[in-house]
């Protein structure tokens, strides 16, 4: 073990001391110079990485950090976990085509078995699998399309706080103003967009059991009222935990509720695991919590592990579209199914559902009760190791629910001190006010104490620098 990946077993042994100082190495500056400016990530964490490990990275000037972005929930084992190297080894020794369009193969074969054996039981008995391309927004585009092919209608409903991908379909589901506006109009039309049960920021101001009640009768009445000034649309498309939102996790009742209207009313219910998918919120899909059937369920990030993949797994009653009304050159990844595979089977053998829900439990703890000292966090939510803390000003005009105004710069603040001393999470929601966790399934207790250590030390700088 040489001295860099050494320092991973002192970084284990507890938060560090260590504050992080960065500055542009030459590899920064060509990126910052050559790149375009739509990058994102870089802008906040300004890391050029060489190495990685379990949940643990090293950047190129040899420091270590713990990874609670995991690639934006892609790396459901960590970084280079032994049984994904192992099955994208084979692949290359078998020697088998890398790139096979929508032919089969047994890789593919076993792949989607695998992915069949884990999908509940009453969802997979009529499913059918379209591949597409290799990220998450071409799932959605194919869901958008094989929905209004299947209904003979064009109309989809999306939800304030909805994220669905950046490509131009996708992007007419997005709650999210800014990335939308520059754009004027989308190419994407018949998009109507519904409140979420936010409960922190509910946007009835009522929270709790009635919003979800209000909620629910709006929907019902929407899809009921012929004055309503929306036609009877295709589908209507939800994150059973909102990430890019704000992580913001809906009821198990509102989706039990959404479920039962959408279905009397002949909607096809998308449910988007793009981001919960494989274990993150504590069961091994987000809609399981709530015991529900959806129409269609699009997976990618964790599904390739780690490696580009996206599928739309659907019921059999939409399959109407003909021979050729979808595709797409890179459906057919087969390092990426083998990776797949090695990663359902890991999650499946060694118990990750729970062994989330039990450490993102500990990890809410640990949070609450830093909460309970701490004015400036107004709200800590989201299920399993998909967590958020809202970022509030204490001092600023209280909403109708009585909570504090959302504090952006805070969360920024609190990011940059998270990576000053070896932590890297993300932040995100309405303002940048919610700072972000979103760690690999394997992280263990003992990383999850380190984590909110890091974490409580980060918020104390951040609070006292303000």
């Known amino acids: 073990m040489d001295a860099a990946l050494a320092q991973v077993e002192t970084l284990e042994q507890g938060p560090q001391a260590t504050l992080y100082e960065f500055h542009d190495n030459p590899i920064l500056a060509r990126q910052k110079q050559q790149e375009s400016n739509a990058r994102s990530y870089p802008r906040r964490l300004p890391l050029a990485l060489k190495r990685g490990r379990g949940i643990h990275l090293e950047d190129v000037e040899g420091r270590i950090f713990i990874d609670c972005l995991a690639g934006a929930g892609t790396l459901a084992l960590g970084h280079n976990h032994p049984v994904v190297i192992e099955a994208i080894r084979q692949v290359l020794d078998d020697e088998l085509p890398l790139h096979t369009l929508d032919l089969s193969t047994p890789v593919k074969d076993r792949f989607v078995q695998d992915l069949f054996a884990v999908l509940p039981p009453a969802f997979a008995q009529r499913a059918k699998i379209q591949f597409t391309g290799p990220t998450g927004t071409d799932a959605v585009e194919a869901a958008l399309k094989l929905v209004r092919m299947a209904t003979?209608?064009?109309?989809?409903?999306?939800?304030?706080?909805?994220?669905?991908?950046?490509?131009?379909?996708?992007?007419?589901?997005?709650?999210?103003?800014?990335?939308?506006?520059?754009?004027?109009?989308?190419?994407?039309?018949?998009?109507?967009?519904?409140?979420?049960?936010?409960?922190?920021?509910?946007?009835?101001?009522?929270?709790?059991?009635?919003?979800?009640?209000?909620?629910?009768?709006?929907?019902?009445?929407?899809?009921?009222?012929?004055?309503?000034?929306?036609?009877?649309?295709?589908?209507?498309?939800?994150?059973?935990?909102?990430?890019?939102?704000?992580?913001?996790?809906?009821?198990?009742?509102?989706?039990?509720?959404?479920?039962?209207?959408?279905?009397?009313?002949?909607?096809?219910?998308?449910?988007?695991?793009?981001?919960?998918?494989?274990?993150?919120?504590?069961?091994?899909?987000?809609?399981?919590?709530?015991?529900?059937?959806?129409?269609?369920?699009?997976?990618?990030?964790?599904?390739?592990?780690?490696?580009?993949?996206?599928?739309?797994?659907?019921?059999?009653?939409?399959?109407?579209?003909?021979?050729?009304?979808?595709?797409?050159?890179?459906?057919g990844n087969q390092m990426a199914m083998a990776a797949g595979s090695a990663v359902i089977r890991h999650i499946d053998q060694h118990n990750l559902v729970q062994h989330a829900a039990d450490v993102g439990a500990r990890l809410r703890q640990h949070l609450l009760e830093l909460q309970a000292r701490t004015p400036q966090m107004g709200d800590v939510r989201g299920r399993g190791l998909m967590l958020g803390v809202e970022m509030v000003d204490p001092h600023g005009t209280p909403d109708a629910l009585g909570h504090p105004p959302a504090n952006g710069p805070l969360a920024a603040s609190i990011q940059r001190e998270c990576l000053k001393r070896g932590l890297i999470l993300e932040v995100g929601g309405r303002h940048g006010c919610v700072v972000r966790f979103l760690p690999p399934l394997i992280i263990s207790a003992d990383q999850v104490d380190q984590v909110a250590g890091i974490f409580a030390q980060a918020v104390g700088a951040a609070v006292g620098q303000r």
């Not at 304030?160 to 520059?182: F, I, R």
């Not at 754009?183 to 936010?198: C, D, E, I, N, W």
């Not at 059973?240 to 996790?249: K, L, R």
């Not at 449910?271 to 959806?294: M, N």
Request: with cysteine.
């Open 152 to 331: 003979g209608r064009s109309t989809v409903l999306a939800f304030h706080g909805g994220y669905h991908g950046m490509s131009q379909g996708a992007l007419s589901l997005m709650g999210n103003l800014k990335a939308k506006t520059p754009l004027g109009a989308l190419l994407s039309s018949g998009v109507q967009f519904m409140p979420f049960p936010y409960d922190y920021r509910c946007p009835f101001g009522v929270g709790g059991e009635a919003a979800v009640e209000l909620n629910l009768r709006y929907l019902a009445n929407l899809l009921s009222d012929p004055e309503s000034g929306v036609q009877l649309p295709a589908a209507l498309i939800v994150e059973v935990v909102q990430g890019e939102g704000g992580v913001v996790p809906a009821a198990d009742r509102w989706l039990q509720g959404v479920r039962e209207i959408t279905a009397k009313a002949g909607v096809a219910l998308i449910i988007d695991e793009i981001q919960t998918g494989f274990g993150r919120t504590g069961k091994l899909f987000a809609f399981e919590h709530a015991g529900i059937v959806p129409d269609v369920v699009v997976l990618s990030k964790a599904i390739g592990g780690s490696l580009p993949l996206a599928v739309m797994v659907y019921q059999d009653w939409l399959d109407t579209w003909q021979p050729g009304a979808h595709a797409g050159t890179f459906r």
